[in-house]
């Protein structure tokens, strides 16, 4: 069965300091991974993907995140944090022929001025 | 592109009586869709897949009898919380599935008092 974990429940930065979210997966075939933003009440906003290919993928907003078979991560990085990042990140896996998405508990990110 | 809704965005009902939810994809035709459930602070746990036409797949401890799914159209699914419980209160997210992405809508905040 697939599995994700975000091992950090919450994190605070700095507004313009850099971001890391960690993010582990397990899964037995090649995986499709994704990252999610979710400000509060609201639904969930694709950040980047990767499918295959380059393991450096850029996204909206700033992101990217490097996909690491060896150490079967996906870590979401920011060079440069913005007041408006402040939200939950839920980091997902999901594989071709496997419609279904399975999410990581997410990650809470505060900004400080 | 790739724009799901949801309405309402939220409802109060009382304990006993049913609420519907739809989700609709505005921009694309989706074959699935899929419901989730997501209390305060947590991650999204994915209740149940429709495809057009054919009936739902719940996952395991989902009530299919208390949480009817139609998707009787390729931009309409809707949820039906059948004689709502004060445990029933939560957020429903749907999403729609293209080309190996889902595409998420806004959610809707159930309270059953």
């Known amino acids: 069965a697939q599995s994700v974990t975000q091992p950090d429940i919450h994190i605070t930065v700095s507004e313009g300091a850099s971001l890391e979210l960690r993010c582990n997966y397990s899964?037995?075939?090649?995986?499709?991974l994704f990252w999610y933003v979710q400000s509060p009440g609201q639904g969930l906003q694709l950040l980047l993907k990767?499918?295959?290919?380059?393991?450096l993928v850029q996204g909206i907003k700033g992101f990217e995140a490097e996909f690491k078979r060896s150490q079967s991560s996906f870590n979401l990085r920011k060079p440069s944090v913005h007041w408006s990042d402040a939200a939950e990140y839920f980091c997902?896996?999901?594989?071709?022929?496997?419609?279904?998405?399975?999410f990581g508990t997410g990650t809470r990110l505060t900004i400080i001025p | 592109g790739a724009v799901v809704s949801q309405h309402p965005s939220w409802v109060i009902c009382k304990s006993g009586t049913s609420v519907k939810i739809e989700c609709r994809s505005l921009?694309?035709?989706?074959?699935?869709m899929f419901w989730y459930r997501q209390f305060p602070k947590q991650s999204l746990m994915l209740m149940a897949t429709?495809?057009?036409?054919?009936?739902?797949?719940?996952e395991q401890g989902v009530e299919k009898d208390k949480f009817l799914i139609n998707h009787a159209s390729l931009t309409l699914s809707t949820l039906t919380v059948t004689s709502a419980h004060p445990e029933d209160s939560s957020f429903y997210i749907c999403?729609?599935?293209?080309?190996?992405?889902?595409?998420f809508g806004p959610g809707t905040r159930l309270t059953v008092t």
């Open positions: 899964y037995g075939a090649t995986p499709y």
């Open positions: 997902a896996v999901g594989s071709f022929g496997n419609e279904k998405l399975t």
């Open positions: 999403s729609g599935r293209s080309s190996y992405e889902q595409y």
């Open positions: 990767y499918f295959s290919g380059d393991t």
């Open positions: 429709s495809n057009e036409g054919s009936k739902a797949t719940y």
């Open positions: 921009d694309f035709q989706a074959t699935t």
